[in-house]
């Protein structure tokens, strides 16, 4: 079976850029995110192998969540503006190594990721997303998988079907139960004000999903407290399930020959990375 690598370029930048001191290139712009992100992307060719590669990118402005909640995400800190200017640096050396980028208005990345694995999953091929969140446990199934970081940029790992159970006792598409449920701090999902981690799970596990847990929640043997919780706050919870869901049907025409991986021309990369001083990278094109 031949192998699609999807990557979730604006969370590996993100990764990048906090876990690497600041440094320069000969102009003077700060390029740590474009170091590690290159390093990362030279690694998962070298042991991923990939048949078929594809980098997705979030543009700026709002997606549709945002237009539909405004405090989607509203309490994240804004990353400095020099994590920002390094995006399209690291365009440029995707797009010299000749991976095509995918990107749409008003979604985001991992839309596209979404989007993409649907559209593949009639044929017979392994797909890995690269990212550095957890967003996309939802999309794990038998023929794709996760690839993280659990901290910082070298500690790794894969996320199969047997992983998500391992961490959550959850199968992957009731992630976005759970979510609905619990929120996601992290993006500003509310869920039910008073469900952790633990209640969530439980209550997922015992109903099997959010929809059937509120079609029997009235003759069900859970506590009156917890009914009342749950029948109070049913419409964030199932908002909350609705922002949580990644999409898949993004209007994009994704062309799986021309992501065939392999041929790129290495003296022109050679010299993107001399420009950015990243004399390490350029030993490493001999085994990408």
């Not at 405004?70 to 020099?82: G, H, N, S, T, V």
């Not at 029948?231 to 994704?254: C, G, N, Q, R």
Request: net charge positive.
């Amino acid at each position: 079976m031949k192998t699609l690598v999807l990557i979730d370029g604006n969370a590996w930048i993100h990764r990048a850029y906090h876990a690497l001191p600041p440094f320069k290139d000969k102009k003077g712009k700060l390029v740590n995110a474009v170091y590690g992100f290159t390093s990362i992307l030279f690694r998962i060719i070298q042991e991923l192998k990939p048949d078929y590669l594809v980098a997705t990118f979030d543009l700026a402005g709002p997606t549709f969540r945002n237009l539909e909640y405004k405090e989607y995400k509203a309490k994240r800190i804004k990353a400095p503006q020099d994590l920002y200017d390094q995006i399209s640096l690291v365009k440029e050396v995707v797009e010299a190594m000749e991976i095509p980028i995918y990107e749409k208005e008003g979604f985001e990345a991992d839309d596209l990721i979404g989007t993409i694995v649907e559209k593949v999953k009639e044929k017979e091929i392994k797909t890995i997303i690269v990212t550095g969140d957890l967003d996309t446990l939802q999309l794990v199934n038998e023929k794709t998988h996760i690839f993280t970081s659990r901290k910082g940029m070298k500690d790794t790992c894969i996320y199969d079907i047997k992983a998500v159970d391992d961490r959550y006792g959850l199968k992957p598409n009731q992630i976005i139960d759970y979510k609905g449920l619990k929120g996601d701090p992290s993006d500003n999902i509310p869920g039910v004000p008073g469900i952790g981690e633990k209640t969530a799970i439980d209550l997922i596990k015992k109903f099997g999903s959010l929809k059937k847990l509120y079609q029997d929640l009235n003759g069900s043997d859970l506590k009156p407290q917890l009914k009342a919780r749950l029948l109070e706050y049913k419409e964030d919870a199932l908002f909350s399930y609705y922002l949580a869901t990644i999409k898949k049907d993004v209007p994009i025409e994704f062309d799986l020959d021309k992501a065939k991986w392999g041929k790129f021309d290495s003296k022109k990369v050679a010299k993107l990375l001399e420009e950015f001083g990243f004399k390490s990278l350029i030993q490493r094109l001999d085994v990408v």
